[in-house]
């Protein structure tokens, strides 16, 4: 079997990372993206070159800036598109000025290839990733606010009303860019810790929790609307953002979140 690159090694060796925070089995990824169970085993393994989208949506459901495994996921797909190879052969005499972004990758790419292997695979992905920093155009690192992909790229699946009961993260409304928080975050009397998120580009909201535990409950409601609540029914649930349904609609002004905790005590809610 031929050994993947370096690049996408630790691109795989990230993802099975993050998919590890979100708490989420491959068949629950299948259901909340596009992607099929298969797909993403391949993706996590490096089997299958991971399309964009799917690292962005990852990213997503485990409530993380997409910035530095995209910084990895570009050179992850030089090499799978041959990019990385068509560039390898450096210019007889560089020219004075800034050097060119592509030479400068290319030569990175031929450094990483023969000094990564040595590395265990951690510190081969720290490496790429820090490297990445340096070269890639209009990098992100150190700004968190800034959103990574076009705007609409990849297109969300629904706006205003047709949100309605909708997953954000399936729906691509939840990526970074896309939404933010309304009012403050709030600590519960338990530990637990809720915010009230709202996408202008999707034109709706919902309810984000973590720090829980098995049998709690959040639930977001506005005038005219029927509440959405998400329950933590297992221990995995407990250690990963866990999200609501969507209220599709501008229901900014009359947005209500509320924690129930699994020992029966009396609900807490906020408001924006």
């Known amino acids: 079997m031929t050994t993947p690159a370096p690049e996408c090694a630790a691109l795989a060796e990230e993802l099975r990372a993050v998919r590890a925070r979100t708490g989420l089995s491959l068949a629950a990824l299948a259901e909340r993206t596009p992607y099929s169970k298969s797909s993403w085993e391949r993706y996590l393994n490096g089997k299958l070159p991971a399309p964009r989208q799917a ?50 990758a290319a ?69 970074p860019g896309r939404a933010g928080v309304l009012g403050p975050l709030h600590r519960t009397r338990t530990g637990a810790q809720v915010e009230i998120r709202y996408s202008t580009v999707c034109a709706a909201a919902w309810g984000r929790v973590w720090h829980t535990r098995v049998g709690d409950a959040v639930e977001v409601s506005a005038p005219g609307a029927p509440p959405r609540r998400v329950v933590i029914r297992t221990t995995a649930d407990t250690s990963a953002y866990r999200f609501t349904p969507m209220l599709g609609g501008d229901h900014r002004a009359g947005l209500r979140l509320c924690f129930l905790p699994a020992d029966g005590a009396v609900r807490e809610c906020f408001r924006p």
């Open 55 to 104: 690292v962005e949506a990852l990213c997503a459901m485990a409530g993380e800036h997409p910035g530095r495994l995209l910084a990895l996921w570009e050179l992850a797909d030089a090499e799978w598109s041959g990019r990385a190879r068509s560039t390898a052969r450096p210019p007889a005499s560089p020219g004075p000025g800034t050097p060119d972004a592509g030479r400068t």
């Open 107 to 175: 030569h990175t790419r031929r450094v990483l290839r023969w000094r990564l292997p040595a590395l265990g695979a951690g510190a081969a992905a720290a490496a790429v990733a820090m490297t990445a920093a340096l070269w890639l155009p209009n990098h992100t690192f150190g700004d968190p606010a800034t959103p990574v992909s076009p705007a609409l790229d990849p297109a969300p699946g629904c706006r205003g009303r047709a949100c309605d009961g909708q997953d954000p993260a399936r729906m691509f409304c939840g990526l």
